[in-house]
């Protein structure tokens, strides 16, 4: 079965195509009087059971109430001629909000934040001592405000990050990859591979682009339970799950053109208390940040950029010391 290709923020994002804003309160209205429909009987041929449950999977149905999502692991060095090397902890969480389009089809509203933690201590960092540089660099953290994307019965676009990606496919059904999994649960395989222009030139940014290009990959695996898929009550289903991703060095690494990249490994799931499931520290940091961090979005509002794209909005190019150069693997030719 040919998978949707659906990124992180798919999972957890894609915008498609925006409605106004003014619709909204209406939506919210309508949501809010009366259940929300959608199929639950299990059919994997069926376009319409696989965007409605990717739609209670990946967000909430009631538009009265927000889904929480954590993400947690641990993000690697990889370069030719040593072993991979860990670097630091990943965690961080979503806020989403989902309303009912007049189609039928759902928009997502999101919001994310992710924090990178000593490997040792687990504390939250605020400068890291890169090994590969041997330097200390400010930890910029993953704000994402917005990721708004549609699921619809169609497979959606690949991201454009505010028009730098160019590809587009043909409309298809939405026809996820889905297998049954042992002890009444079914297993949802998602991926997306891409090669766009970057945000980040090496002209202007030379100690944060990694190139004239971004090569991103992110895979999936999601782990939902029957029954939950089949109860028409829950209008959110808890889900667990894996999520890698391969994409150039971090800006902040200040790694510039050096070869080689970055892997994240990391788990994922619904937080079913909400906020009151993520660490206090988490919440003290994304206050500090941006308290509107902690609500999902309640309205349509753009533009969807990963943080790739979004860094340039809050930061400056490094200056370059006198005769620096990207650090080059032991051994490197």
């Not at 189609?103 to 919001?111: A, V, Y």
């Amino acid at each position: 079965m040919d998978n949707a290709k659906l990124s992180r923020r798919e999972s957890l994002g894609l915008g498609a195509v925006a409605i106004g804003a003014a619709t909204i309160p209406a939506l919210a209205q309508g949501a809010r009087s009366s259940n929300p429909n959608f199929v639950t009987k299990i059919d994997f041929k069926n376009p319409i059971w696989n965007r409605d449950t990717y739609a209670r999977m990946d967000g909430e149905l009631d538009v009265s109430k927000q889904k929480v999502s954590r993400i947690n692991g641990k993000v690697y060095g990889v370069r030719d001629h040593e072993k991979v090397r860990p670097l630091f902890i990943m965690d961080g969480f979503s806020v989403v909000r989902t309303i009912r389009l007049p189609d039928g089809n759902f928009r997502r509203l999101l919001k994310e934040m992710v924090f990178y933690r000593d490997i040792e201590t687990g504390k939250i960092m605020e400068t890291w001592h890169n090994p590969y540089t041997n330097e200390d660099v400010k930890v910029v953290p993953i704000a994402n405000d917005p990721y708004n994307y549609d699921i619809r019965d169609t497979k959606p676009q690949p991201p454009s990050y505010g028009g730098l990606n160019k590809e587009t496919r043909k409309p298809e059904p939405f026809l996820l990859n889905w297998t049954d999994g042992p002890d009444g649960t079914l297993i949802l395989e998602t991926g997306i591979d891409l090669f766009y222009p970057a945000a980040l030139q090496p002209d202007k940014w030379p100690r944060e682009a990694a190139g004239t290009m971004n090569r991103v990959s992110e895979h999936f695996l999601f782990f939902v339970k029957r029954k939950d898929v089949e109860n028409p009550r829950l209008t959110a289903l808890p889900v667990t799950g894996s999520w890698s991703r391969i994409t150039p060095w971090l800006p902040w690494m200040l790694m510039g053109q050096a070869p080689g990249f970055i892997n994240y490994f990391a788990s994922f799931g619904t937080m079913t208390n909400g906020l009151a499931g993520l660490p206090a520290d988490m919440i003290a940091a994304a206050k500090a940040i941006n308290p509107g961090f902690l609500e999902a979005p309640k309205e349509d509002y753009g533009p969807s950029l990963s943080s790739l794209e979004n860094y340039i909005k809050t930061q400056k190019p490094a200056p370059v010391p006198p005769g620096w150069t990207p650090p080059v693997p032991p051994g490197a030719k």
